[in-house]
Nanobody, 126 residues
Framework: QVQLVESGGGSVQTGGALRLSCEASGVSYSRNCITWFRQSPGKEREAVAG????????YYADSVKDRFTISQDTAKNKVYLQMNSLKPEDTAMYYC???????????????????WGQGTQVTVSS
């Protein structure tokens, strides 16, 4: 059974940085994606960055390119989201999710992910 646990959220000012961590257990390290999504009140859940386990990043939302970096620590079974130059519009609940991938990249559709963490809140103040 897949279990995902996020950590690392918090409150920062504009321009600050945070590193989110997603600890994954029960994930097959073969053809699996770990993708970070975010959702703020009144908005749809959107994919932020996706990582094909054992391969590398396959997706960044345009709004976070050059500011966010997704990476993996295989030894620790963790996928990180380093978030730099944070903006108020990055404020959201951030979730990591897991799903198998058979197309060599990670889906950006939240309803194609069956395993989710509980979320971690990120708040960026101006």
């Amino acid at each position: 059974q897949v279990q995902l646990v996020e950590s690392g959220g918090g409150s920062v000012q504009t321009g600050g940085a945070l590193r989110l961590s997603c600890e994954a257990s029960g994930v097959s390290y073969s053809r699996n994606c770990i993708t970070w999504f975010r959702q703020s009140p009144g908005k749809e859940r959107e994919a932020v960055a996706g990582f094909l386990v054992g391969i590398g990043p396959t997706y960044y939302a345009d709004s976070v390119k050059d500011r966010f970096t997704i990476s993996q620590d295989t030894a620790k079974n963790k996928v990180y989201l380093q978030m730099n130059s944070l903006k108020p519009e990055d404020t959201a609940m951030y979730y990591c999710a897991s799903a198998p991938s058979f197309i060599g990249r990670c889906s950006v559709k939240w309803d194609e992910y069956s395993s989710w963490g509980q979320g971690t809140q990120v708040t960026v103040s101006s």
